[in-house]
């Protein structure tokens, strides 16, 4: 066994991997977070503001999704037809995880389109 060691692949790969649930993260706890503020003010406008909130977080979320998304298919376009170094299967990988998130917002967006704003 060698004395040192080389990673197969750099870690920032790993972490490229995980930005799409990162996004999808972002907007649960924003989403949460402003609920949880906007049931404390006057309840007059309650359903305004969760409105507009719950619509600008959706579409910024699902819009660094869709990029992310266009970004990983014209990367797969340009890359070489057989590459063993696994480059394939992170993109793919990252690729699906992209179309998971975006699923996770959609799902996260839900109860907020069904319920009125402070429904409990």
């Given at each position: 066994m060698s004395a040192t060691f080389k990673p197969v692949r750099p870690f920032g790969d790993f972490l490229r991997m995980l930005i799409a649930p990162a996004i999808w993260f972002a907007h649960f706890s924003f989403l949460y977070g402003a609920e949880t503020l906007i049931c404390i003010g006057p309840p007059a406008d309650r359903g305004t503001a969760m409105g507009w909130t719950v619509?600008?977080?959706t579409a910024a979320a699902l819009t660094g999704l869709i990029i992310l998304a266009a970004r990983l298919i014209r990367a797969g376009k340009m890359a070489p037809p057989?590459?063993?170094d696994g480059t394939a299967w992170l993109r793919r990988t990252s690729l699906l995880l992209t179309l998971l998130s975006a699923l996770g917002v959609i799902w996260t967006t839900l109860p907020t389109a069904v319920?009125?704003?402070c429904a409990l």
């Open positions: 619509f600008l977080a057989k590459s063993g319920l009125p704003a």
